[in-house]
């Protein structure tokens, strides 16, 4: 192992071997080595992403169900995506479902179901969510539905699951969260909260775009109707993926064109889809399955070696950001958003947000821009949140997000841009 792997702080992981298939981390911004601490908004890519897009165009690109070559190739790789992240889902591969993202997704989605809602019914959203798991529900209200929003508690940005439950009703048809907060970190007992719909015959949405980098994704445990992720936020390409319950997707009367067929999942994927993305989907989970052989070689099915991998990420990710939320609260003048009890770092992703006295979130990302550190300032969509934490008006948050091709030396090289920075 290199000294990068050596002073990483967890030294089971073996964060060269990661870092050595990211070519974007060979990038250079005035001199200095690029640092992606951007992951919550869109990690980078494998070099095997990049090849299998690319190999994809130059060898088998055309519509599906052909009879020809190129055609069946794609008819190939389509299976082989769905096949791919239903071990990521753990689900059925008719179960998943493809779209350009998760917003559009969720709009499919909450249009069809908004077919089955009557006025009088109530759908639960959160403070914590972003705006793409509030507003496609919003949206129905047009059809005479209430939304009603569960709160946080501000000092640690939780789900006041109090006021969850309080909130869901005999009336109650469905309840979105989120996995975790991609403004905060926070990672929600998403378990509970489908148990709680359920227990009012309520459906369960859950938006893991977030949470999807982190930690292992468990559908039949979780027990969930629906679960939306993006694999831009897992080492993939721009596409969405949506896991929905065989019973809701056969139920349920999404829009669709009379040519598209009603098995499972065309009648839910309209359109032709991006098949050179999902060429890099199926290389996104195949360079995570490897992260996970090649820490734990004894895993036998790809979704053991997912498992392995998480297992180990999680253990690595914990302990760098327990480095950087330390060292984050040892800034004179700094405020910090979210959970940063030690006791509660299992409840958190490597994501954090803080502001600085007498810099605007923006003047702190830009100045560390200019340094090669790339973090993102704003409300990153989490708009309800921003507006509780009352920093909706004044520029939002300064969000450092660590993915687990980050090092402890990165860590540090942002700490120490931050404590030179001039008092204001
Ligand atoms: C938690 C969360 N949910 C949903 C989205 C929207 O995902 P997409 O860009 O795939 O529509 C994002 C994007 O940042 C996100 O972070």
Not at 62 to 83: C, P, V
């Amino acid at each position: 192992m290199s000294s990068i792997g050596r002073s990483a702080v967890i030294s089971k992981f073996d964060v060269e071997w990661a870092r050595e298939q990211f070519p974007a981390l060979r990038q250079t911004v005035n001199g200095q080595p690029a640092v992606f601490f951007d992951a919550p908004g869109g990690t980078q890519v494998p070099q095997r992403v990049i090849d299998a897009i690319s190999h994809y165009l130059a060898t088998s690109n055309a519509n599906t169900h052909g009879a020809f070559l190129t055609s069946e190739r794609t008819d190939e790789i389509y299976a082989g995506a769905h096949a791919a992240m239903a071990d990521f889902f753990n689900c059925d591969p008719d179960e998943v479902v493809f779209g350009a993202n998760m917003t559009s997704l969720t709009f499919a989605l909450s249009r069809s179901i908004g077919r089955e809602l009557k006025s009088g019914d109530e759908l639960l959203v959160t403070q914590l969510d972003h705006d793409a798991n509030v507003s496609p529900w919003v949206s129905l209200e047009e059809r005479g539905v209430k939304v009603r929003t569960a709160d946080i508690k501000p000092a640690d940005c939780t789900l006041d699951m109090f006021d969850l439950q309080a909130k869901v009703r005999r009336t109650t048809r469905l309840v979105a969260v989120g996995y975790a907060a991609n403004a905060v970190g926070t990672i929600n007992d998403v378990a509970e909260v489908v148990r709680l719909a359920h227990g009012v015959g309520a459906m369960a949405f859950i938006d893991a775009v977030h949470y999807a980098p982190h930690g292992l994704i468990d559908v039949r445990a979780l027990d969930c109707d629906f679960l939306a992720c993006s694999s831009y936020k897992f080492f993939g390409p721009h596409l969405g993926i949506l896991y929905g319950r065989r019973e809701h997707l056969q139920r349920l009367r999404p829009y669709k064109l009379r040519a598209c067929t009603e098995q499972l999942p065309d009648r839910w994927e309209s359109g032709t889809q991006n098949h050179e993305g999902m060429a890099g989907v199926i290389a996104a989970v195949e360079y995570l399955a490897d992260l996970g052989r090649h820490h734990a070689p004894e895993a036998r099915s790809r979704r053991d070696a997912l498992a392995a991998a998480h297992e180990v990420v999680a253990g690595y990710e914990r302990e760098l950001c327990a480095r950087l939320i330390t060292g984050l609260l040892e800034i004179p003048g700094l405020t910090f958003y979210g959970i940063k009890d030690p006791a509660k770092f299992d409840q958190r992703t490597p994501t954090v947000a803080v502001r600085i006295e007498g810099y605007t979130p923006r003047e702190l990302a830009a100045h560390l821009g200019e340094r090669g550190l790339f973090t993102w300032d704003g409300n990153y969509y989490a708009v309800d949140l921003a507006e509780r934490l009352g920093v909706q008006q004044s520029g939002g948050m300064l969000r450092i997000g660590l993915a687990h091709y980050n090092t402890a030396e990165e860590v540090e090289r942002l700490l120490s841009e931050l404590r030179a920075l001039p008092r204001r």
